[in-house]
């Protein structure tokens, strides 16, 4: 069956500290994959996608993230954490063919220390 | 940019009553989901519709309808509310050009609805 899976709830990093956020799906093909973050009170904003070519994407707010496919993992970086860095980050993945829903996993919560 | 309304940040409800969740989205999106939120559990798609009138169970369907009459609005309709429905609604809209396969569209969510079953 397909699924996502975040392995850490809660992260806690200094403020200017480098993040990376775990992201591992089991799928039978390359699925789509998204990273979107929830801000406190808001409702989720995209912070970027990959679908093909370029194994490192560039997102949106100073992150990336690299598709690996040996280890099926689409982990989220950031050289440079933020305060208003601290929400929660979800990872999704959608099919290729065939539906537009998306799976997404539990999220990761994270906290910035000043 | 695009806009995802819903009608309530907040609602309280009973047990037994009928509840309507609104959401809105003002750039002529085909495709429209109605997925609920809960801590450890991630985001859950209850429903979603591709076009007006059409809809499609999602994973969690159960004690829950929809309607959509118009293009730009989407409802969720908890028939007779009951405590383990109390969540965090989130709607969601995409553009739905690239048909019905569409997993590449971006999904644009609104601000979310916590409703308390009581």
């Known amino acids: 069956a397909q699924s996502v899976t975040q392995p850490d709830i809660h992260i806690t990093v200094s403020e200017g500290a480098s993040l990376e956020l775990r992201c591992n799906y089991s799928y039978g093909a390359t699925p789509y994959l998204f990273w979107y973050v929830q801000s406190p009170g808001q409702g989720l904003q995209l912070l970027l996608k990959?679908?093909?070519?370029?194994?490192l994407v560039q997102g949106i707010k100073g992150f990336e993230a690299e598709f690996k496919r040996s280890q099926s993992s689409f982990n989220l970086r950031k050289p440079s954490v933020h305060w208003s860095d601290a929400a929660e980050y979800f990872c999704a993945v959608g099919a290729p063919s065939g539906t537009y829903k998306y799976i997404f996993g539990t999220g990761t919560r994270l906290k910035v220390l000043a | 940019d695009v806009k995802v309304t819903q009608s309530s940040r907040y609602l309280v409800k009973r047990t037994g009553e009928k509840v309507f969740l609104e959401c809105v989205q003002d750039?002529?999106?085909?495709?429209m989901f109605w997925y609920r939120q809960d801590p450890g559990l991630g985001l859950r798609l209850i429903y979603f519709?591709?076009?007006?009138?059409?809809?499609e169970k999602g994973d969690i369907p159960e004690g829950y309808s929809v309607s959509r009459e118009k293009k730009e609005r989407f409802s969720l309709i908890l028939e007779s509310a009951s405590t383990n429905q109390t969540s965090m609604y989130l709607c969601?809209?995409?553009?739905?050009?690239?048909?019905?396969?569409?997993?590449?569209?971006?999904?644009?969510f609104g601000p979310g609805t916590r409703l308390t079953v009581l």
């Open positions: 990959y679908f093909s070519g370029d194994t």
């Open positions: 519709s591709y076009d007006v009138k059409m809809k």
């Open positions: 969601a809209s995409s553009l739905g050009t690239s048909g019905i396969g569409a997993a590449t569209d971006t999904q644009y």
């Open positions: 750039m002529d999106h085909e495709n």
